[in-house]
């Protein structure tokens, strides 16, 4: 059964497709693009249910054997961070009726949301570099299509900027494939581990190794190339701003997460210290952006950043504790700050402005979705017990099984800068005067929460049912220790 | 407007957009075990439209060709993704493909792959992607 693998990746293609032919009739497009997600969801979790049980699932396309072939690896992580895109993804298609006009809606915003869940499933799966770029390509250009869907004058200005920087690292991308090509004459990753391996990683793939990792760091917004992130970030529709927010950046620290433990794993002491320097900076630069600005759908694009920073520090510390870290943290996240887009998004709406000084005492017409706002700042900061809190504890202790104080204390600092700028939102927004200016849309708010509130009952589920995921999360941990493990999964020897 | 008078251009389009057709579905199916293939098969074909397009302009166009070419999109892509998953029916991995030598008559003896078929939803797709672009581009203000 290893078509299973490519499951993921067609079956939001094939609903694109189809939902592209019957653009006009938006009822019928609702309800199809839900049950699809809700059909991808299922289906993404059965494959993870054959892999914990059978180990990895490997595609090779076309019938060719491994190397020759386009592989198709699912793992327990790849199936993981799918199966995590899809609760995001169905969160968002409940959401997104009631968020977007219908104009936006009819102009193929479902073809688009399913390719952007195709390409991103895609560069999960893949086990190919050259199709990593592949369904990096995909995902970009669906995300081209929806950050200028409406075509605000903003959007168009901010998407500008979003386009050519992803441009350039693209090109940097297949420009760095082909060094890689020319070095070790493959593009599978099993094959490229081994063969780096056998030549010792010498000092010309190190350098590849950090091109590559520039690459991923803007996809990924590290320090200091996180400049371009957080403003093209708020400007589409909030649904569209959860699937950025919760997606696009994750796919890059994925594809560091899986190169920087697969292949290019040598010379660990120049690598690896490398990001831990680049994790402590985004962690500051971050949680101090997050503190700058009054806008509440600013502050939550801000709060990408740190999160960043902290699953390259667990990718940078390098042991087994810090890995289940960034795993879990992953996780954590991609389900977070899709709650939280949601969440301000809402805000902004109801409020009608996102402007922190000109909102107040939003808890009084809206106590649901003032307290959803305060558990999901509890959970994005790391308040025991919540998923947020598990994540960063795992950190923490691979930094102190390194003996790096530094990282440590700094991840410390930024955690309580989050909070403080998550709290700020909750204490100036939702507490004080009753604003009776405020027009008040029960109905929308509760159309709002409901996608909300599902993403938060998988967040406070990962927290508090921790001990049910830790061994997964522990596993994979030791799997990515291992790099053997995978590439005898592939290459079959 | 004065339409310029493009007697000349007129009258050779009917005979290179005839020749580009022709090569271009050549390259189509040339494309499987030589140079060619569905995608620069596609942007001949394209090519040949919008020369005609220059030629006669955006109305005459319409009536000739009345094909909505966003939907080519979509039927490429579809039938470029259906001959992909049409392995699973038979219990072969993603993307496989599968060829026979048929005896055709006046051509005589030729390999039919299917390969073919998902090089025609590229060649569709290509089409279709070319043509919105320029045409969105040609009928902006």
């Known amino acids: 059964m290893s078509n299973l693998a490519v499951l993921p990746i067609v079956i939001p293609l094939i609903s694109g497709i189809l939902l592209a032919l019957l653009h006009k009739k938006i009822q019928l497009v609702r309800v199809l693009a839900q049950l699809f997600t809700g059909i991808n969801l299922v289906v993404a979790i059965y494959i993870m249910y054959v892999v914990q049980k059978n180990g990895s699932i490997i595609l090779e396309s076309g019938g060719w054997d491994a190397p020759y072939s386009i592989v198709l690896v699912a793992d327990l992580l790849s199936i993981l961070l799918v199966v995590t895109t899809n609760i995001v993804a169905l969160a968002c298609v409940f959401y997104a009726p009631k968020s977007l006009s219908k104009q936006q809606e009819e102009f193929y915003f479902y073809t688009f949301f399913f390719m952007l869940i195709s390409g991103v499933s895609g560069a999960f799966l893949t086990g190919d570099l050259f199709n990593l770029f592949v369904f990096f390509e995909v995902l970009l250009m669906a995300s081209y299509a929806l950050i200028v869907l409406g075509g605000g004058k903003v959007q168009l200005r901010e998407s500008i900027k979003y386009v050519l920087i992803n441009l350039f690292s693209s090109m940097l991308f297949v420009t760095t494939i082909a060094f890689l090509y020319s070095v070790v004459g493959t593009v599978n990753m099993a094959q490229i581990a081994q063969r780096v391996q056998e030549v010792d990683q010498k000092g010309i793939l190190t350098t590849i190794a950090i091109l590559l990792f520039f690459v991923f760091g803007t996809k990924a917004a590290l320090f200091p190339l996180y400049y371009w992130l957080p403003k093209p970030y708020i400007v589409p529709n909030p649904v569209i701003s959860a699937l950025f927010g919760a997606l696009l950046t994750k796919v890059g620290i994925y594809a560091i ?193 409901m996608p909300i509130v599902f993403l938060l009952f998988f967040s406070v589920l990962l927290g508090v049912g921790a001990e049910l995921f830790y061994p997964m999360i522990e596993n994979i941990a030791a799997y990515l220790l291992n790099p053997e493990l995978y590439i005898e999964s592939v290459l079959k020897e | 407007m004065i339409r310029a008078n493009d007697l000349i251009l007129r009258t050779t389009t009917i005979l290179i957009a005839f020749i580009l057709f022709g090569f271009s579905i050549y390259l189509f199916l040339a494309g499987h075990s030589a140079p060619g293939g569905g995608f620069i098969g596609g942007l001949m074909t394209a090519a040949a439209i919008v020369l005609m397009y220059m030629a006669y302009g955006y109305e005459a166009m319409k009536k000739i060709i009345p094909v909505n070419y966003q939907n080519l999109i979509t039927i490429g892509l579809a039938i470029a993704v259906l001959t992909s998953i049409g392995s699973f029916v038979f219990g072969e991995p993603f993307l496989s493909q599968t060829f026979e030598y048929f005896h055709l008559p006046v051509l005589g003896e030729k390999e039919l792959a299917t390969a073919l078929l998902f090089d025609l939803g590229v060649y569709l797709t290509v089409i279709g992607v070319t043509m919105t672009i320029i045409l969105s581009i040609a009928s902006d203000r």
């Open chain 1, 257 to 449: 997460l899986r190169v920087f433990t697969l292949i290019f794993v040598h010379d660990t002491d120049f690598t690896h210290n490398f990001f831990i320097w680049i994790a402590g900076f985004t962690l500051i630069f971050g949680a101090i952006g997050a503190l700058s600005t009054n806008n509440i759908k600013l502050v939550i694009s801000y709060n990408i950043i740190p999160a960043v920073g902290f699953m390259i520090m667990g990718i940078g510390l390098y042991n087994e504790a810090a890995l289940s870290g960034t795993i879990y943290y992953l996780v954590h996240d991609m389900i977070i700050k899709a709650a939280l887009f949601l969440l301000v998004g809402s805000v902004a709406y109801l409020a009608g402005t996102s402007d922190l000084r000109k909102i107040k005492g939003l808890i009084h017409h809206y106590p649901l979705l003032g307290w959803l706002f305060f558990l999901s700042a509890f959970v994005l900061a790391g308040i025991p017990p919540f998923s947020g809190f598990i994540g960063k504890l795992l950190l923490l202790q691979g930094g102190l099984q390194n003996d790096e104080v530094v990282i440590v204390i700094i991840a410390l600092l930024s955690s309580l800068l989050i909070l403080l700028s998550m709290i700020r939102i909750f204490v100036r927004g939702f507490w004080g005067e009753k604003d009776e200016s405020i027009r008040v849309d029960k109905k929308a708010a509760r159309a709002f929460t």
